[in-house]
């Protein structure tokens, strides 16, 4: 199993730009979710799946959109970058919240100049 | 607003010493209490949790002391060692199945 995948590793970003954000999971997870990590605000969550069609708003939305059509993939999109998205991105999966631990992709740091 | 509070913000520890980290919430709602590792560069991994119905729950050298009335929950390492050098969050689960992360420890274990 390669676990949570996550590309791109980096990227730079203008103002205004539009970008997604990948995230894929071979577990034949249920639950998936996206978190961006601050220097000194931990993580902190933007949007979160609890299987395919489902989706929801988490602690942190607002310009960034997702879906999700199949178990495996949960795209993040930038409508249009804002410098106040750069951050270091991580998607999580597991398949049930309520037993088991949350498994983190490598992150992707975005910089939006 | 800070969900879960956590310090210190770093910990320096000599090796073999004690590490001791604290978060605390005001959320009556959590029920999962899990502490992640994070080695720079790399995602967060899952090194122990805790449900509010005990007060202590120990894997190795990891142990985590929960306070339910106070609504306070610890991360102690023992023995500490230097690849235990790494940046730790406390998190806490709503019902809503949403998780709040602490600010993050960074520890250093001093060989």
């Known amino acids: 199993n390669a676990g949570v995948t996550q590309t791109p590793k980096f990227q730079v970003l203008k103002t205004g730009q539009s970008m997604t954000l990948q995230c894929a999971q071979d577990m034949n997870h249920e639950y998936m979710s996206w978190y961006r990590q601050d220097p000194g605000m931990g993580l902190r969550l933007i949007h979160y799946s609890v299987g395919a069609g489902i989706t929801d708003q988490g602690e942190v939305p607002n310009g960034y959109n997702v879906s999700r059509s199949t178990t495996e993939d949960f795209p993040l999109r930038l409508l249009s970058a804002a410098p106040s998205q750069t951050s270091v991105y991580f998607c999580?999966?597991?398949?049930?919240?309520?037993?088991?631990?949350?498994?983190f992709g490598p992150g992707t740091r975005l910089t939006v100049l | 607003q800070q969900q879960v509070k956590q310090s210190p913000q770093s910990l320096i520890v000599q090796k073999g010493g004690i590490s001791i980290i604290n978060c605390a919430y005001e959320?009556?709602?959590?029920?999962?209490f899990p502490w992640y590792q994070q080695f720079p560069g790399k995602g967060p991994a899952l090194l122990i949790a805790?449900?509010?119905?005990?007060s202590e729950k120990k894997e190795g050298r990891f142990t985590i002391s929960f306070n339910k009335s106070a609504k306070q929950f610890s991360l102690h390492i023992m023995d500490s060692q230097p690849g235990d050098s790494a940046t730790y969050f406390c998190a806490a689960r709503n019902t809503g199945n949403q998780f709040y992360f602490g600010t993050g420890t960074s520890l250093t274990v001093i060989p």
């Open positions: 805790i449900r509010p119905d005990v």
């Open positions: 999580a999966s597991t398949w049930d919240l309520s037993t088991d631990t949350q498994y």
């Open positions: 959320n009556t709602a959590f029920d999962y």
